[in-house]
């Protein structure tokens, strides 16, 4: 049975990760979780695996390097898949510090301890180990409004906010031990993700919740700004290929070249809404156009995200399968299933930030 140690697995991708690495290798596989749960990693996502056999959870942070040692010695890892990061933008431009020490130390900490588990004393490494280690487009920088620019895995670095500085930091180091050690991994830069259990702090569960509630719908700067959006699965799903597929020390972008304005994602948001709640529910009253509120820009903003697949889709076959209009319908149809987990987790800290960040 091969073992995997996912690190960030109460996350939104994580979990989503997760579900979706039972759902295709059942009992063929044993997935150690690792998180640290920080007001973005809940275990109410793991509910339906929490009980397996072949699932186990363990509460650490990726910088505590006895714990994570302790794991590498109490269990053959034969997989790492690395997404354990603070994630927010908005987050780091507040407070850049903690971003620096789990994206960076933290994936240090986890690189130094598989080396230490595989690597044997000819510098070669024990058969069939593997690193993933998931990073994201923004590590490219900011494209032009030209729709034929695009990043390829051959851009140049050029990150500007403190979370995209941290991942492209992080990514160096991953390069760095493929280069120095022939350390067995691979990076993966994906672009803007949704689905179920993601986080509303993020733009598209954010709309969704704040429109069915009636509040303020909030847009940075002129609503312009353009992002690249996959359905979750399809990333776990390119995640698990590349690690299958794809040659050792290379990198590989995930995107399914679906980039739309975040304007124009409201106004899907609030058209599908609209088709979905039933007549007499009075949440319809409440979903309107006029919640739309121009705010401050965000600091720093980049204007463009856009991948270019071409080296995943070539190499390995990874095709998207989820299409924006029928992955939208899938989000909101499961934020309108799961309105209790929405209560819990903008209960308590997370309303705190929410006034703080949009003064409310
Ligand atoms: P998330 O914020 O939803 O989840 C992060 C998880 O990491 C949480 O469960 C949290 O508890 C855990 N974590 C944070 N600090 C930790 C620490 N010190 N030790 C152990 N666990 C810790 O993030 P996400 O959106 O699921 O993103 C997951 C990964 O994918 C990140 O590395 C992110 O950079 C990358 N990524 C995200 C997107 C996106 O659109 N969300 C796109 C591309 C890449
Ligand atoms: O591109 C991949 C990245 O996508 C990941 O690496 C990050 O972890 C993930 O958070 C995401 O970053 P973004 O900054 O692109 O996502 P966010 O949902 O925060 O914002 C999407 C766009 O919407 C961005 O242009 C900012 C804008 N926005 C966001 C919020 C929260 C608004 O206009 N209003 C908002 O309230």
């Known amino acids: 049975m091969r073992t995997y140690l996912v690190t960030g697995g109460a996350g939104f991708i994580g979990s989503n990760y997760i579900h979706y690495m039972f759902r295709k290798y059942k009992d063929t596989i044993h997935i150690i979780n690792v998180d640290k749960l920080t007001y973005a990693g809940n ?66 900490v986890m690189l130094n301890c598989a080396r230490e588990a595989w690597e044997l004393p000819d510098g070669s490494y024990r058969e069939g ?14 494209l032009p409004d030209d729709p034929h620019a695009f990043f390829y895995e051959t851009s140049p670095y050029d990150p500007h906010s403190p979370y995209s500085a941290s991942k492209a930091s992080s990514d160096f180091l991953v390069k760095a031990y493929i280069d120095t050690y022939k350390f067995p991994a691979n990076i993966t830069n994906c672009s803007n993700n949704y689905g179920p259990y993601q986080f509303p702090e993020k733009l598209i569960p954010l709309i969704i919740n704040n429109a069915l509630q009636g509040k303020k719908l909030p847009v940075y700067g002129d609503g312009k700004n353009v992002r690249d959006w996959l359905y979750v699965d399809d990333h776990a799903k390119g995640i698990d290929m590349v690690q299958e597929q794809g040659r050792l020390g290379e990198t590989y972008n995930i995107g399914g070249h679906n980039e739309k304005q975040n304007i124009e994602i409201i106004h899907i948001i609030l058209e599908t809404l609209l088709e979905m709640l039933p007549q007499g529910d009075p949440r319809r009253e409440l979903v309107s ?18 991948i270019a697949p071409d ?25 309108f299933e799961h309105e209790e987990w929405m209560k819990n987790v903008t209960s308590g800290a997370y309303q705190k930030y929410y006034q703080e960040m949009y003064q409310e």
């Open 43 to 108: 275990l109410e996502n793991l509910k339906e695996v929490e009980e397996l056999d072949n699932y186990t959870f363990v509460k650490a942070d990726i910088c505590d390097k006895e714990a994570i040692r302790k794991i590498f010695a109490e269990h053959d890892i034969d997989r790492v898949v690395h997404f354990a990061a603070e994630s927010h933008v908005d987050r780091s431009i507040k407070d850049p510090e903690v971003f620096i020490r789990t994206n960076v130390l933290g994936t240090a």
């Open 129 to 142: 180990k593997k690193f993933l280690h998931v990073s994201t487009d923004e590590v490219y920088g900011s």
């Open 289 to 306: 156009e006029n919640l739309i509120t121009y705010v401050e820009d965000r600091k720093g903003h980049d204007r463009r995200y856009a």
């Open 311 to 335: 080296k995943i889709r070539a190499e390995i076959g990874w095709e998207p399968e989820t299409m924006f209009k029928e992955g939208i319908r899938k989000t909101i149809a499961w934020f």
